[in-house]
C-alpha cells in the first residue's frame, strides 16, 4: 500500500481526501462516500484513518487494531486508497485537528498540499462539538456528503458552525486545488441508507447483514465472533 510520500510528483499538487472513522465496522456507504469523493472533488486519493479511541463516542465494539484490519480488508486493491495506522497505534484519544496537524509535517503532506477532510453531514452538523473546531479551517478543506436523513448546511446548523461556513461554502469542487485549506464543499453521493449502527443491530440479532458490506469483512467478523452476543 503506498505512503502519501510515494504517490507520484504531478498527483502531489491535487488534493488529498482525508477520511476519519470508527468504522465499527467499515460498510459500502463508507466505500462509495470515499470512491466518489475521489471522482466528484479531483482528489489524487483517499487517505483512511480509523480512530483509535474515538473521542466523541461511546467505546467501539471491537479493539482499534481489528477495526483497522476491517478497513485494510475493505479498501485491498483500490490504487487510490490509503491506509493511516497512526490513531489506532496512538495511546491518546483520537481528534481531527491533531490528527490532520500531523498530516501538515513535512515528512507527510506539508504546509502546501490541498488536503480535503471527508465526512458525512451528520459529522458535519456536530463538528462545533470538536475539539479546536475552529481550527479545522486552516488545516484542510471539507468536503460534506450527503446521508439519507441529515440535512446538508441547512439552516439547522448550530450558529457557530453556521456562521464559519457563510464565507467558506464553495459551489466549484475544483476550487479546492486552488488553496490548501478553508473551504467547504458538498457532494451529493449515490444515498445509501447504511449505518455501522444498523449493522452491529443485524448482527447481534442474527440477522443477515450481507450486501451492506463488503463479504471478506462478513467472514472476518464471523471468524471473530464480533457483534454476535444480544
Ligand atoms: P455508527 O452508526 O457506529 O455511528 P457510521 O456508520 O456513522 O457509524 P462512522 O465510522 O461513524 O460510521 O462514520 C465515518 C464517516 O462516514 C462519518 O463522517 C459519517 O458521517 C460518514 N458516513 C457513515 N455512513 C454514511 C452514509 N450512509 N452516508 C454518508 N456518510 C456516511
Known amino acids: 500500500m503506498p505512503?502519501?510520500?510515494?504517490v507520484p510528483q504531478e498527483a502531489d499538487r491535487r488534493p488529498l481526501g482525508i477520511f476519519g472513522g470508527t468504522f465499527d465496522p467499515v460498510h459500502f456507504a463508507h466505500l462509495r462516500l470515499a470512491e466518489e469523493a475521489a471522482d466528484a472533488l479531483g482528489l489524487a486519493g483517499v487517505r483512511w484513518i480509523p480512530a483509535g479511541r474515538?473521542?466523541?463516542r461511546e467505546a467501539p465494539r471491537?479493539?482499534?487494531?481489528?477495526r483497522l484490519?476491517?478497513?485494510?480488508?475493505?479498501?485491498?486493491?483500490?490504487p487510490r486508497f490509503v491506509l493511516d495506522?497512526?490513531?489506532?497505534?496512538?495511546?491518546?484519544?483520537?481528534?481531527?485537528?491533531?490528527?490532520?496537524?500531523?498530516?501538515?509535517?513535512?515528512?507527510?503532506?506539508?504546509?502546501?498540499?490541498?488536503?480535503?477532510?471527508?465526512?458525512?453531514?451528520?459529522?458535519?452538523?456536530?463538528?462545533?462539538?470538536?475539539?479546536?473546531?475552529?481550527?479545522l479551517?486552516?488545516?484542510?478543506?471539507?468536503?460534506v456528503a450527503h446521508r439519507?436523513?441529515?440535512?446538508?448546511?441547512?439552516?439547522?446548523?448550530?450558529?457557530?458552525?453556521?456562521?464559519?461556513?457563510?464565507d467558506r461554502l464553495c459551489a466549484d469542487p475544483s476550487s479546492l486545488a486552488e488553496a490548501p485549506a478553508g473551504r467547504i464543499v458538498s457532494?451529493?453521493?449515490?444515498?445509501?441508507?447504511?449505518?455501522?449502527?444498523?449493522?452491529?443491530?443485524?448482527?447481534?440479532?442474527?440477522?443477515?447483514?450481507?450486501?451492506?458490506l463488503p463479504d471478506a469483512l462478513l467472514d472476518y467478523i464471523r471468524t471473530h465472533h464480533f457483534y454476535a452476543e444480544n
Open 148 to 166: 439519507p436523513g441529515f440535512p446538508v448546511l441547512a439552516d439547522s446548523l448550530p450558529p457557530p458552525l453556521a456562521t464559519a461556513c457563510r
Open 137 to 143: 479551517f486552516t488545516l484542510a478543506h471539507i468536503a
Open 54 to 56: 474515538p473521542a466523541l
Open 69 to 78: 484490519e476491517m478497513v485494510r480488508l475493505a479498501i485491498a486493491g483500490n
Open 3 to 6: 505512503e502519501v510520500s510515494d
Open 85 to 135: 495506522e497512526a490513531e489506532v497505534r496512538a495511546a491518546q484519544p483520537s481528534y481531527t485537528v491533531p490528527t490532520l496537524e500531523r498530516l501538515r509535517q513535512p515528512a507527510l503532506c506539508g504546509a502546501q498540499r490541498p488536503l480535503v477532510l471527508l465526512v458525512g453531514a451528520d459529522a458535519f452538523a456536530g463538528m462545533s462539538s470538536w475539539h479546536r473546531w475552529e481550527n
Open 62 to 66: 471491537v479493539s482499534a487494531g481489528q
Open 187 to 212: 457532494f451529493a453521493m449515490t444515498q445509501l441508507d447504511i449505518s455501522a449502527t444498523k449493522i452491529r443491530a443485524l448482527l447481534s440479532n442474527g440477522i443477515s447483514a450481507q450486501y451492506l
